[in-house]
């Protein structure tokens, strides 16, 4: 090796170890987008440290970022500089100056298209540093069209939505021209969450609603990715697994089920528009409890890895196909548990515990 191999070497392992310092600061050992640990990127026009799945968005759009790689790529002493200058905690004081309260911060755990437009919010369109640029939603009202499953022959055909922070719904229209709603969603019942596995689009959304004290599924998707964020919070967690009948005497079934907040709900198929039964699970503090395995006398189960929920009334029995699924079952329903129970939702507490159905 020549000399100046050698201190062009030297200079590179110097640079990396200025921006491993960097990363040590606070706000810099997070993904400045999505919040993943130990980002691996930089963005040198932005000065912000993000993840390898984050800076798939910054490379797509050179003209808002130019990104390098902290470990592979090489490092000019002015641009450890301006990021030592900049930071993830500066970009964020800048960027989110004016997020909405309502406005949903996508994780890594997200689907890529809430990521992607997270990322347009804040850097192309600025959207939280002007208060004006964000008139699409801020002023509470919002119309637009929504291709819509039809419940009974699976196809998406165009509807109008229209959602109405005033009148607190979110209504959708049979015709373009019709004056009466097909159906009106209350808010306060209403969640809206990226389903793209199962509705098969990228820009596909779950709304799930009560309706008539029975929860309702519609499925939709948007051309473009523009849904509204208002709306969405994440399920707990989707997923197979099997369940008996209240009695536990009859078979175990494969069904659909989805956590949404303390409600699990369950389905013959993931796009039903209805849920068969949903189970209410409460907090510690009012007797429920989940263990793992089944008790001893059950029979009837293919899958080998059983969950048991204890509730005041009974005991729900669950199997799932492998022990990586029954481990994230059982964590999702216990962070369900361990968190203390909201004054609101007592009311639900005999609503949904006993709205157990078929199989």
Known sequence: MSGAEQQKQEKQQKMRALLQELLQRAGNGTCADCGAADPEWASLTLGVFVCQACSTFHKANPNISRVKSVYLDPWQASEVEFMASAGNDAAKAKYEQKIPAF??????????????????????????????????????????????????????????????????????????????????????????????????????????????????????????????????????????????????????KKRWFT?????????????????????????KENNYTVLSGLPPSTQGNRWPFGITIVTPDRKFLFACETEAEQKDWIAAFQRVINRPMLPQEYAGTQTHTHKVTGM
């Open 103 to 252: 406005y949903y911060r996508p994780t890594h755990t997200d689907c890529q298209v809430l990521r992607e437009q997270w990322f347009r919010a804040r850097y192309e369109r600025d959207e939280f540093v002007y208060i004006e640029k964000q008139e699409p939603y801020s002023t509470g009202y919002r119309e637009g069209f929504l291709w819509k499953r039809g419940r009974d022959n699976g196809q998406f055909l165009s509807r109008k939505f229209i959602l109405s922070e005033r009148e607190g719904s979110l209504k959708y229209f049979n015709k373009h021209d019709a004056r009466e709603p097909k159906a009106v969603m209350r808010i306060e019942t209403l969640n809206a969450t990226f389903r793209p596995a199962k509705i098969g689009s990228p820009n596909g959304l779950q709304v799930t609603y009560l309706r008539d004290n029975s929860t309702r599924n519609i499925f939709v998707y948007h051309e473009d990715g523009k849904l509204v964020p208002k709306l969405t919070r994440n399920f707990v967690k989707e997923g197979y697994m099997e369940k008996t009948g209240p009695k536990q005497t009859e078979g175990f």
């Open 259 to 283: 956590m949404d907040d303390r409600r699990l709900m369950y389905f013959k198929d993931p796009l039903d528009a209805y849920a068969r039964g949903e189970v209410f699970i409460g907090s």
